[in-house]
């Protein structure tokens, strides 16, 4: 007498359901499982991409200055009509340093919620420290960001005025210097450049604003 | 009574503007063939279109200069060259330590004497305004006939 035949019918019966499900029931779980996959995924997507335009970037106080900074620079207003916004330079484009920037980001959220750079002395007197931060950024990355439109590769150096060639086939090409050593303070107002190499003004010091 | 007093003094200082307007206007139409001011024959109470702005070309050949002294021209655009106090874009290539770097002309050493001609270790402050006397030229035809010829030793 096997074991079998001591089991009631009827738990046979829906254990032979629960380990034969029919298949039409596979493809409803299927079915599910890809909307749900979808719609978190565009959900994910969307929430990326509205998280980097630059309405939202703008929408905190503290950057309300810079918008207004960049807007004669030519990476805003220029003949052509192509336009560099916030996240074009300050967030990566390829996809896992994204997603560790946006991470990076939140502590930004504590920022606007403390009112770090709240006034415009503020955003001043921390413009430095902000700064140095995306220079550093952009050094590590040899100006990930710059390269994502400007190529070296597609560079025309007789196109540049003879000094740019020069300084591009001598430093740039060589692998001496990457775009931000030379090319600071392009989109943004510069900070105090008292001690950054190449840019330190007049040591005479009359010039400083005092305090 | 009083409205009328009223009426009266309205009406004459309208009268008043009137005249003048034809007063400046007369005057203006009186100096016509005399050299033109900026606003040229458009009357006072018209608004000049103004011309088109000329684009700075992006490089020039450095132009000879035209006097001893005078602080020579940029030969590039400077869009975008903001001079604060906290930095300064023309000396990260044209400083002394910099500009052999960069191939660009160094600033000249009278730039490190202070007003009272005191050498200074560094760019005086009082030159540290480069664009107040160094612009870039644009391709603009002088606006009227210059008769100025530069000393023998600087034609060209």
């Known amino acids: 007498m096997s074991i079998r035949n001591r089991i009631p019918r009827w738990c046979l019966h829906y254990w032979t359901r629960l380990t034969q499900p029919v298949a039409l029931a596979l493809w409803i779980i299927l079915a599910f499982g890809f909307i749900a996959g979808v719609s978190f995924w565009s959900g994910f997507n969307t929430m990326l991409e509205q998280t980097a335009t630059e309405d939202f970037c703008t929408s905190c106080h503290g950057m309300t200055e810079n918008l207004r900074e960049i807007k004669p620079t030519i990476h805003y207003t220029n003949r052509s009509g192509v336009q560099a916004t916030c996240s074009d330079c300050h967030l990566p484009h390829n996809f896992t340093n994204e997603i560790i920037r946006k991470v990076q980001a939140s502590k930004e959220v504590f920022g606007a919620i403390a009112g770090t750079i709240d006034t415009r002395q503020k955003f001043q007197d921390y413009r430095l420290h902000m700064a140095k931060r995306e220079w550093q950024r952009m050094k590590e990355n040899d100006s990930q960001e710059c390269r994502n439109c400007h190529k070296m590769e597609s560079m025309d150096y007789t196109l540049q005025s003879s000094q740019a060639a020069y300084m591009h086939r001598t430093y740039l090409a060589t692998g001496q210097a990457t775009c931000i050593d030379c090319h600071k303070g392009i989109a943004h107002r510069l900070p105090d450049m008292e001690n950054v190499p190449q840019w330190s003004p007049p040591s005479s010091g009359a010039v400083k604003k005092k305090g | ?156």
Do not use: W
Not at chain 2, 49 to 71: H, M
Not at chain 2, 109 to 132: A, E
């Open chain 2, 1 to 156: 009574m009083q409205r009328s007093t009223f009426n009266g003094i309205t009406s004459l200082s309208a009268l008043f503007v009137l005249l003048s307007i034809g007063v400046v206007r007369a005057d203006y139409d009186a100096m016509e063939g005399e050299p033109e001011s900026l606003r040229g024959n458009t009357p006072l109470l018209d608004e000049k279109s103004p011309p088109r702005l000329k684009d700075f070309p992006k490089e020039i050949k450095k132009p000879l200069p035209n006097y001893v002294g005078q602080p020579p021209l940029i030969p590039h655009s400077i869009r975008g060259y903001d001079i604060t106090a906290n930095s300064n874009p023309c000396l990260a290539c044209h400083s002394l330590e910099n500009a052999p770097k960069f191939k660009a002309t160094p600033i000249g050493v009278s730039h490190f004497r202070d007003r009272d001609g005191h050498m200074l270790p560094d760019v005086s402050p009082s030159r540290y305004n480069c664009t107040q006397c160094h612009v870039p030229q644009k391709n603009a035809p002088p606006l009227i006939e210059n008769l100025f010829k530069p000393v023998k030793s600087l034609q060209q």
